[in-house]
C-alpha cells in the first residue's frame, strides 16, 4: 500500500496518498487499481472528506466525490467483517465453485469498480433464481443456494442504496463490464502540477451544452451552458496542462531553482524587461536541466516552457492565461481560497464560472507582487489596495482587500482593459451610441466643453472616456491625472499625443508618499495650456476638479468619469457628497450617462449611453425643480437607441449657442450648428460602413480613426479657406473620397 497521511484543517479531513513509486496513473476515474488503492486506505482511516493523489502532479476529489468513495469503503468494511461469502462445509458441493466467485467480487471488483461487481453479483443471482427452479433439487441443496443467493441480493441491495450507484444508474443498462467511461462522467479531479498552485478541473462537464470554443494562444477555451441551471462555465485547458511528465520533472526543477531568486520593486518598474530576463535565463535552465536527463528540446518547446516557468515565477499564473482572452471583462477571486472557483464576465456570455481554483499561496504570492508593483501597503493597517497590472498581452486594474476587512483572508478583482483604445465609431457598432451621439460629442469636444460622464460599476465609463480622448486633437496637449492608471495613455502617445500621465494617490491609501488628487489636479494648471482627464472623481480631489473647470472654460476640454445614475444622482453626488459648493457645480456642461441595459430574463446585459444632458447656468438651488439639466438625447428601449430630444432638434441648448457664439459662422445660426453636427456624424457613420463592407474591424481602431479626425480638421480648414464658409457637402464628398482611397489597400488585401 502507497503512504499516506491524514491532515485535519478546521472541518477538511484531506486524506493525501504519495503515488509516486506506483507503476500506473494514479486516477480513481481511469484506473482500476487507482480506485481500489483509495478504498483500502479509507477503509484503513476512517472518515475523510477530501483525497489527493500525489504524482508529478496533485488530483484533487472534492467532499462530493470523496463521500461516494467512502460509502463504498464501509460498505466493504461491513461486508467483509461479517464474513460474507465464507461458505458453510455443508454446502461446499452446491455453492463452493460461486462461493469463491463472490469472494473475488467483494475483494477485488468491489474495490476497482463497484459497478462491475453489481452487475457481476446481478447476473450470479439470475443464475441462482434459475437453478433454484429445478424440481430435482434435495432439500440441502436449495437450502445452500437460497442462503447464496441472500447473500448475493444483500449485497446488490446494499450497491443500490450508495449515492455511487445512484448517480451511475442511469448508464448502468450501457455500461459495459471493464470499461471505465461510467466513471469519468462522476469522478473528476482538479488537477494541479508540481510547479505550479492554481488547481484546475479539467474534465468537461458531463450533461452540458457546448455554446462555444475557441483558441487564445495554445489555451483551449470551451463555454457550456450547465444543466439545470443559469450558470455557464468558462473551461480552459492551458498549455501547461498537457505536458508530458518528462517536461513537468524539468519545470519543477527550474521552477524552484528560479524560486530562490526574490525579484525587487525596481525590477518590477520595468515589468516587461524583468520577464524577458528571466524567460533567457529560464530558456537556459531549461536547456541545462533536460540535458541532465537526456531530453531534447526543441525550440519552440524551451519557448512555450520558459513562458509557462515566467508565468510561475514572477508572473500571475492563470490569471495571466484568463487576461490574454479579449473577450474577458473582468475576472473576480473570492475568499476563502482554494475551496471556490475563479468567476468571470465574458464579452458575450456574460458572468461565469470557470474551472480554475486559485490557492491561499498563490493568492498571497500576488500580494507580494502586487505590493512592489504598486509601492503601497497591503496589511490589516491597509487592508485596501488599487493598482493596475501591466503585462505583455494585457492591462487591468486590480483592486485587493484583506483582513480585518475580509476575514477570510485576500480577494481580488481584475478590471481587464482594452490593448488599443476605444473609439467613437466602435461605440457605434457596438450600439452603445448612435452616429447621431457620436457627432454631438465630437462637436462638444471641439467645442471645448466640461464634460462628465457618469454611470454604475462596470457601465463602460473609463473605456467611453478613453474614445473622448482619441476625439481630441493631437495638437493640443493633454494630462491625465489617475489614481489607477486605467486610461490609454501609452497607445495615445504612440499615436503621437502630446500627452503626460499623472498618478496620485487613491483615496484608499492612507500614510502614502503618493500626492493627493487634489493636489495632482491643482499642479496641473500650473503645467501649461491642456486638456484635463481625470480617470474617476472619487473624493477631495471633486473641489480641485471644479476649480480647474471654472479656470479651463472655453479653452480646453475638461472630462473624468465619477459614479452615478442619472444627471442628479450626479449633482447629489458632488454637491451633498463631496462637498462642491452649487454654484461651482454648474461649471459642469454636459453629463453624459452611461449604464447597462439588462434582458427581460435578466440573463444578458449590453452597454449603452442612456442620456446626454446639459447644465443650465440659471437655476439657484435644485436644477431637477428648477430645469436645470436639460436632455439633449435619451435612450428608447423600444428602439434600442439614442434619440434627439425635441430640444436638440429645436437648437434650445445654451452650450451649443455658447459653442456657436464663439465661431462666426455658427453665431446666431441654429442650422449651421445642426449641419456641421450631422456632418460629423454622416462621417462617423460611414467609416462605421466601411468597415463593415470591408469586413475590417481594424477601421474603427484608434489608429485609423486619429487620421480620420485629422483629415476632418483639415478638409474643413481647406474647404473654409476654398468657400469662404463651411460647406458640409464638399467636407463630406472630400471626406468621403479620402476614405475611398486609404481603405482601398485594405479592400485589395
Given at each position: 500500500?502507497?503512504?499516506?497521511e491524514?491532515?485535519?484543517?478546521?472541518e477538511?479531513?484531506?486524506?493525501?496518498?504519495?503515488?509516486?513509486?506506483?507503476?500506473?496513473?494514479?486516477?480513481?476515474?481511469?484506473?482500476?487499481r487507482?480506485?481500489?488503492?483509495?478504498?483500502?486506505?479509507?477503509?484503513?482511516?476512517?472518515?475523510i472528506?477530501k483525497?489527493?493523489?500525489?504524482?508529478?502532479?496533485?488530483?484533487?476529489?472534492?467532499?462530493?466525490?470523496?463521500?461516494?468513495?467512502?460509502?463504498?469503503?464501509?460498505?466493504?468494511?461491513?461486508?467483509?467483517?461479517?464474513?460474507?461469502?465464507?461458505?458453510?462445509p455443508?454446502?461446499?458441493?452446491?455453492?463452493?465453485?460461486?462461493?469463491?466467485?463472490?469472494?473475488?467480487?467483494?475483494?477485488?471488483?468491489?474495490?476497482?469498480?463497484?459497478?462491475?461487481?453489481?452487475?457481476?453479483?446481478?447476473?450470479?443471482?439470475?443464475?441462482?433464481?434459475?437453478?433454484?427452479?429445478?424440481?430435482?433439487?434435495?432439500?440441502?441443496?436449495?437450502?445452500?443456494?437460497?442462503?447464496?443467493?441472500?447473500?448475493?441480493?444483500?449485497?446488490?441491495?446494499?450497491?443500490?442504496?450508495?449515492?455511487?450507484?445512484?448517480?451511475?444508474?442511469?448508464?448502468i443498462?450501457?455500461?459495459?463490464?471493464?470499461?471505465?467511461?461510467?466513471?469519468?462522467?462522476?469522478?473528476?479531479p482538479?488537477?494541479?502540477?508540481?510547479?505550479?498552485?492554481?488547481?484546475?478541473?479539467?474534465?468537461?462537464?458531463?450533461?452540458?451544452?457546448?455554446?462555444?470554443?475557441?483558441?487564445?494562444?495554445?489555451?483551449?477555451?470551451?463555454?457550456?451552458?450547465?444543466?439545470?441551471?443559469?450558470?455557464?462555465?468558462?473551461?480552459?485547458?492551458?498549455?501547461?496542462?498537457?505536458?508530458?511528465?518528462?517536461?513537468?520533472?524539468?519545470?519543477?526543477?527550474?521552477?524552484?531553482?528560479?524560486?530562490?531568486?526574490?525579484?525587487?520593486?525596481?525590477?518590477?518598474?520595468?515589468?516587461?524587461?524583468?520577464?524577458?530576463?528571466?524567460?533567457?535565463?529560464?530558456?537556459?535552465?531549461?536547456?541545462?536541466?533536460?540535458?541532465?536527463?537526456?531530453?531534447?528540446?526543441?525550440?519552440?518547446?524551451?519557448?512555450?516552457?520558459?513562458?509557462?516557468?515566467?508565468?510561475y515565477?514572477?508572473?500571475?499564473?492563470?490569471?495571466?492565461v484568463?487576461?490574454?482572452?479579449?473577450?474577458?471583462?473582468?475576472?473576480?477571486?473570492?475568499?476563502?481560497?482554494?475551496?471556490i472557483?475563479?468567476?468571470?464576465?465574458?464579452g458575450?456570455?456574460?458572468?461565469?464560472?470557470?474551472?480554475?481554483?486559485?490557492?491561499?499561496?498563490?493568492?498571497?504570492?500576488?500580494?507580494?507582487?502586487?505590493?512592489?508593483?504598486?509601492?503601497?501597503?497591503?496589511?490589516?493597517?491597509?487592508?485596501?489596495?488599487?493598482?493596475?497590472?501591466?503585462?505583455?498581452?494585457?492591462?487591468?486594474?486590480?483592486?485587493?482587500?484583506?483582513?480585518?476587512?475580509n476575514?477570510?483572508?485576500?480577494?481580488?478583482a481584475?478590471?481587464?482593459?482594452?490593448?488599443?483604445?476605444?473609439?467613437?465609431?466602435?461605440?457605434?457598432?457596438?450600439?452603445?451610441?448612435t452616429?447621431?451621439?457620436?457627432?454631438?460629442?465630437?462637436?462638444?469636444?471641439?467645442?471645448a466643453?466640461?464634460?462628465?460622464?457618469?454611470?454604475?460599476?462596470?457601465s463602460?465609463?473609463?473605456?467611453?472616456?478613453?474614445?473622448?480622448?482619441?476625439?481630441?486633437?493631437?495638437?493640443?496637449?493633454i494630462?491625465?491625472?489617475?489614481?489607477?492608471?486605467?486610461?490609454?495613455?501609452?497607445?495615445?502617445?504612440?499615436?503621437?499625443?502630446?500627452?503626460?500621465s499623472?498618478?496620485?494617490?487613491?483615496a484608499?491609501?492612507?500614510g502614502?508618499?503618493?500626492?493627493?488628487?487634489?493636489?495632482?489636479?491643482?499642479?496641473t494648471?500650473?503645467?501649461?495650456?491642456?486638456?484635463?482627464?481625470?480617470?474617476?472623481?472619487r473624493?477631495?480631489?471633486?473641489?480641485?476638479?471644479?476649480?480647474?473647470?471654472?479656470?479651463?472654460?472655453?479653452?480646453?476640454?475638461?472630462?473624468?468619469?465619477?459614479?452615478?445614475?442619472?444627471?442628479?444622482?450626479?449633482?447629489?453626488?458632488?454637491?451633498?457628497?463631496?462637498?462642491?459648493?452649487?454654484?461651482?457645480?454648474?461649471?459642469t456642461?454636459?453629463?453624459?450617462?452611461?449604464?447597462?441595459?439588462?434582458?427581460?430574463?435578466?440573463?444578458?446585459?449590453?452597454?449603452?449611453?442612456?442620456?446626454?444632458?446639459?447644465?443650465?447656468?440659471?437655476?439657484?438651488?435644485?436644477?431637477?425643480?428648477?430645469?436645470?439639466?436639460?436632455?439633449?438625447?435619451?435612450?428608447?428601449?423600444?428602439?434600442?437607441?439614442?434619440?434627439p430630444?425635441?430640444?436638440?432638434?429645436?437648437?434650445?441648448?445654451?452650450?451649443?449657442?455658447?459653442?456657436?457664439?464663439?465661431?462666426?459662422?455658427?453665431?446666431?445660426?441654429?442650422?449651421?450648428?445642426?449641419?456641421?453636427?450631422?456632418?460629423?456624424?454622416?462621417?462617423?457613420?460611414?467609416?462605421?460602413?466601411?468597415?463593415?463592407?470591408?469586413?475590417?474591424?481594424?477601421?474603427?481602431?484608434?489608429?485609423?480613426?486619429?487620421?480620420?479626425?485629422?483629415?476632418?480638421?483639415?478638409?474643413?480648414?481647406e474647404?473654409?479657406?476654398?468657400?469662404?464658409?463651411?460647406?458640409?457637402?464638399?467636407?463630406?464628398?472630400?471626406?468621403?473620397?479620402?476614405?475611398?482611397?486609404?481603405?482601398?489597400?485594405?479592400?485589395?488585401?
Open positions: 500500500m502507497a503512504n499516506y491524514v491532515i485535519r484543517e478546521g477538511d479531513i484531506t486524506l493525501r496518498i504519495n503515488c509516486e513509486a506506483l507503476e500506473y496513473f494514479p486516477s480513481i476515474e481511469e484506473e482500476p487507482a480506485m481500489a488503492l483509495v478504498i483500502d486506505i479509507i477503509a484503513e482511516a476512517g472518515t472528506t483525497i489527493i493523489l500525489e504524482q508529478k502532479r496533485d488530483y484533487e476529489y472534492d467532499n462530493e466525490q470523496t463521500e461516494l468513495l467512502v460509502e463504498i469503503a464501509n460498505l466493504y468494511k461491513i461486508i467483509t467483517k461479517q464474513k460474507t461469502g465464507i461458505i458453510k455443508e454446502c461446499q458441493t452446491y455453492t463452493g465453485p460461486r462461493y469463491i466467485e463472490l469472494q473475488n467480487i467483494i475483494f477485488n471488483e468491489l474495490k476497482t469498480s463497484p459497478i462491475d461487481a453489481y452487475l457481476s453479483l446481478r447476473k450470479i443471482a439470475y443464475t441462482e433464481q434459475s437453478i433454484l427452479k429445478k424440481t430435482t433439487l434435495t432439500r440441502q441443496a436449495k437450502t445452500c443456494i437460497q442462503e447464496f443467493l441472500q447473500e448475493t441480493q444483500q449485497i446488490m441491495h446494499s450497491l443500490e442504496q450508495t449515492k455511487l450507484f445512484k448517480k451511475a444508474k442511469e448508464d443498462t450501457e455500461h459495459k463490464k471493464g470499461s471505465r467511461e461510467i466513471y469519468r462522467k462522476i469522478f473528476m482538479i488537477i494541479k502540477p508540481d510547479f505550479m498552485y492554481t488547481k484546475l478541473l479539467s474534465a468537461y462537464p458531463s450533461d452540458a451544452e457546448q455554446l462555444d470554443s475557441y483558441m487564445i494562444g495554445e489555451t483551449e477555451v470551451t463555454i457550456f451552458q450547465m444543466p439545470n441551471s443559469v450558470q455557464t462555465l468558462y473551461h480552459i485547458v492551458p498549455p501547461e496542462f498537457k505536458l508530458t511528465e518528462e517536461k513537468y520533472e524539468i519545470l519543477d526543477a527550474a521552477r524552484k531553482i528560479l524560486a530562490e531568486h526574490k525579484p525587487k520593486r525596481t525590477e518590477f518598474t520595468d515589468p516587461e524587461r524583468m520577464r524577458q530576463v528571466f524567460q533567457n535565463i529560464g530558456s537556459d535552465l531549461l536547456d541545462e536541466l533536460a540535458g541532465y536527463r537526456n531530453i531534447k528540446l526543441r525550440e519552440k518547446e524551451k519557448k512555450e516552457l520558459s513562458q509557462i516557468l515566467v508565468r515565477t514572477v508572473g500571475f499564473g492563470l490569471i495571466e484568463l487576461l490574454e482572452d479579449e473577450q474577458i471583462q473582468d475576472i473576480t477571486i473570492n475568499s476563502p481560497m482554494g475551496r472557483p475563479l468567476f468571470i464576465v465574458h458575450e456570455y456574460g458572468d461565469c464560472i470557470t474551472n480554475i481554483i486559485p490557492t491561499p499561496t498563490e493568492a498571497e504570492s500576488w500580494a507580494s507582487k502586487l505590493r512592489m508593483i504598486s509601492g503601497r501597503p497591503l496589511d490589516e493597517a491597509n487592508p485596501i489596495l488599487d493598482t493596475e497590472l501591466r503585462l505583455p498581452q494585457a492591462r487591468a486594474r486590480v483592486a485587493a482587500i484583506t483582513a480585518p476587512l476575514p477570510t483572508g485576500l480577494a481580488y481584475l478590471r481587464r482593459h482594452r490593448g488599443k483604445p476605444w473609439t467613437l465609431p466602435l461605440f457605434i457598432k457596438y450600439k452603445m451610441i452616429p447621431l451621439a457620436a457627432g454631438l460629442i465630437s462637436f462638444l469636444i471641439d467645442g466643453r466640461t464634460i462628465l460622464i457618469a454611470g454604475t460599476r462596470s463602460g465609463k473609463t473605456s467611453f472616456l478613453g474614445s473622448i480622448m482619441v476625439e481630441i486633437m493631437r495638437k493640443g496637449r494630462i491625465t491625472v489617475e489614481d489607477t492608471l486605467e486610461l490609454p495613455t501609452d497607445a495615445l502617445r504612440k499615436l503621437e499625443y502630446n500627452i503626460q499623472m498618478k496620485v494617490a487613491s484608499l491609501t492612507r502614502s508618499t503618493e500626492v493627493t488628487a487634489d493636489e495632482g489636479i491643482r499642479t494648471l500650473r503645467l501649461g495650456d491642456s486638456s484635463l482627464i481625470v480617470g474617476e472623481v473624493s477631495t480631489e471633486a473641489k480641485a476638479l471644479y476649480e480647474a473647470m471654472r479656470v479651463g472654460a472655453l479653452a480646453n476640454v475638461v472630462a473624468g468619469t465619477i459614479h452615478g445614475d442619472s444627471p442628479y444622482g450626479v449633482f447629489d453626488r458632488v454637491v451633498n457628497d463631496l462637498g462642491v459648493p452649487k454654484t461651482s457645480f454648474k461649471a456642461d454636459i453629463i453624459i450617462i452611461a449604464n447597462p441595459i439588462r434582458s427581460p430574463d435578466g440573463l444578458h446585459k449590453w452597454r449603452r449611453i442612456t442620456q446626454i444632458t446639459e447644465v443650465r447656468k440659471h437655476w439657484e438651488n435644485d436644477p431637477l425643480r428648477e430645469a436645470g439639466f436639460v436632455d439633449l438625447m435619451k435612450y428608447d428601449a423600444k428602439t434600442d437607441q439614442l434619440v430630444t425635441p430640444d436638440l432638434l429645436n437648437g434650445d441648448s445654451e452650450v451649443l449657442k455658447s459653442i456657436a457664439g464663439n465661431v462666426k459662422e455658427w453665431a446666431g445660426n441654429w442650422d449651421a450648428v445642426w449641419e456641421n453636427i450631422e456632418l460629423r456624424a454622416k462621417i462617423k457613420e460611414n467609416l462605421f460602413e466601411y468597415s463593415e463592407k470591408l469586413k475590417k474591424p481594424e477601421l474603427l481602431e484608434a489608429d485609423f480613426t486619429v487620421l480620420v479626425n485629422d483629415e476632418f480638421h483639415q478638409i474643413s480648414d474647404v473654409t479657406e476654398e468657400t469662404g464658409k463651411l460647406d458640409s457637402k464638399k467636407i463630406l464628398f472630400k471626406m468621403n473620397e479620402w476614405l475611398k482611397r486609404n481603405t482601398k489597400k485594405y479592400e485589395e488585401e
